[in-house]
Each structure stands twice: as structure tokens, then as C-alpha cells.
């Protein structure tokens, strides 16, 4: 056996004793050991800044409906500024000039909405108390609120801003995986270490490392998830990309061949085995943990 075989036996079956450590309760056993070969999976996130904006406006009620509502201010053509590290959830207002002649949005420039006491029906009780609606005297419709019945308003513009975060996440290297493990991986909980990130306006391919060890097939699936990731970051239609950050993590799992030849996969963190009751011993049964010297 090889160091690095030997090494990679001695994580696999840490990693089982670290997942039974944690359900002694089940009565679970670790049966000895004779191979473990790591599977490599990589969670691959691509997380992204991205900016939206939009008009509010301060309302007050206009005394009739515009013939024809002002033209509404384009947010994108307001000199707002966020700072470079904006974090996520940082907002930035600026109040426009001007006041606006608007339908009211609440009524939909009908100047009535429907009566909050009778619900529209026009009255209220039930069977010989039921009576005529006190609030609407009948009508089921009472004067809007926020257009005191005239249908328009006037509003105020603010520019606001708003730095958003989305992120998406796919698995590489998962093809030696058992299908419930990948599941499991792509439930987007970080796993493993990072073992590759960088942080730019814009992501659309892995940055490579000069020298070091490099695998072909390797970066070509990295690269074509990256792509994919890059194409659909998952930013609502209107924002605008400020920067991306991608991470690659290494999780943790190995194929491990018991001495009864039975196969096992170890992975992530904390340590998960499937299939999940492989090692489930019967009550009471305590298989010590032994590994094969030869
Ligand atoms: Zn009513
Ligand atoms: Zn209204």
C-alpha cells in the first residue's frame, strides 16, 4: 500500500468513526476495512452582487385624475452611487425633483375601492339582523384613501438603489458519486474546504494557477460548469451585476471496500454514508474497527 493510499484510508475511516461517533445511539458499527479511494466531488458557487433600482414615490392625494400621467423618471438615469465594496442589502435614496400628476395605483384611478366593512356586499349581520351597511350606506364601495376619491395623485420621486446577492451552486467530479449523496451535496450546504476562489466584475471562466498540478478532464468540467453558472447566475431581470465571486470546496468522500467486500460511500461534513444503513449492526453487535496491514 502506498502512502497516499494508506493516508486515504486513514481519512476515510476517521471520517466513519467520526459519523458513528455521532450515533452511538443507533448502535451503528464500523466493519474493518481494506480499501478507500477518494471521489473527489467539488461544490461549485457562484455568488453575485447585483444592483436594482426603482422610483417610490411620496404620495398626496390630487384633487382630480390626470388626462394623461407625467412620464415616470428612468431610475438607471439618476446619478445615484454606491460604493465600490457595497455590501449586500446596502440601499442608497436620492429624492427627485419635481412632483408627479399620477392615477392612483391603489384604486386604479377609479376613485373607489371596495367597502372594508361589508366586504362589498352592501350589508351587513346575518338572517333578521342583517342591515344596511353603516360605513358605505349600501353602496359596497367606499372613496379611496390615498386619492381621497379623485382617482389621481401627486407623487414625489426617490431614486432608490439596493445592492441584492443571489447565488447558484453545481456539483463537479460527481460522477463515481451514489445518486442520494448528490442530492445531498447539491442542498446548497458548503461543505469540504475551499480550495479555490477569486472575486471579479465579472466571472466567466476559471482562473487558472500558474505551474502546479493540472488535470484536463478535470479544468474542461470545471470550465463548462463555470460557463453554465456564468450564462444563468440567476439575476431577476432589471439588475445589473457589480461583481461575482466564485468558490470552488472540495468535499470530503471516499469509496471504501470492506473486508466483506461490501462497498461503502463516506462523505461531507459532518460524515454521511450511503447507502444509509450499510453499517447498521444488529442490537448490540460491536464491530472493532481494524485495518488490514498488507
Ligand atoms: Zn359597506
Ligand atoms: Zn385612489
Known amino acids: 500500500m502506498s502512502q497516499d493510499e494508506a493516508g486515504d484510508l486513514n481519512d476515510a475511516l476517521s471520517a466513519l468513526e467520526a459519523w458513528r461517533g455521532a450515533r452511538s445511539w443507533a448502535r451503528v458499527a464500523v466493519a474493518s476495512a481494506k480499501e ?4 473527489g466531488p467539488r461544490q461549485v458557487y457562484l455568488s453575485t452582487f447585483y444592483e436594482m433600482r426603482r422610483i417610490e414615490y411620496a404620495l398626496q392625494a390630487a384633487s382630480s385624475r390626470p388626462d394623461t400621467e407625467d412620464p415616470r423618471p428612468d431610475p438607471w438615469a439618476q446619478p445615484i452611487e454606491q460604493p465600490d465594496e457595497a455590501k449586500e442589502h446596502h440601499r442608497v435614496s436620492l429624492p427627485l425633483s419635481g412632483r408627479l400628476h399620477l392615477d392612483c395605483g391603489l384604486c386604479f384611478a377609479s376613485g373607489d375601492v371596495e367597502c372594508a366593512t361589508c366586504q362589498g356586499e352592501g350589508s351587513i349581520g346575518g338572517g333578521k339582523s342583517r342591515r344596511r351597511c353603516p360605513s358605505c350606506r349600501g353602496a359596497g364601495r367606499q372613496d379611496c384613501e390615498s386619492c381621497r376619491g379623485s382617482g389621481g395623485v401627486y407623487g414625489r420621486p426617490v431614486a432608490v438603489s439596493e445592492i441584492k446577492r443571489c447565488e447558484r451552486m453545481q456539483i463537479s467530479e460527481a460522477s463515481d458519486l451514489p445518486v442520494d449523496a448528490l442530492l445531498e451535496l447539491l442542498d446548497e450546504e458548503r461543505e469540504g474546504d475551499v480550495v479555490q476562489s477569486h472575486e471579479s466584475e465579472r466571472i466567466t471562466e476559471v482562473p487558472r494557477r500558474r505551474g502546479g498540478y493540472r488535470d484536463a478532464a478535470r479544468d474542461k468540467e470545471l ?4 460557463a453554465k453558472l ?15 465571486r466564485l468558490e470552488v470546496r472540495a468535499v470530503p468522500a471516499w469509496r471504501v471496500t470492506l473486508n466483506d467486500e461490501q462497498t461503502v460511500f463516506v462523505y461531507g461534513t459532518p460524515p454521511r454514508v450511503s447507502p444509509k ?11 472493532s474497527l481494524f485495518i488490514r496491514s498488507d
Not at 444503513?277 to 464491530?287: E, H, N, W
Request: cysteine-free.
Open 223 to 226: 470550465d463548462a460548469i463555470v
Open 277 to 287: 444503513r450499510a453499517l447498521q449492526s444488529p442490537l448490540g453487535k460491536l464491530v
Open 36 to 39: 478507500a479511494v477518494p471521489v
Open 230 to 244: 456564468a450564462r444563468d447566475p440567476g439575476v431577476p431581470e432589471g439588475g445589473q451585476i457589480r461583481r461575482q
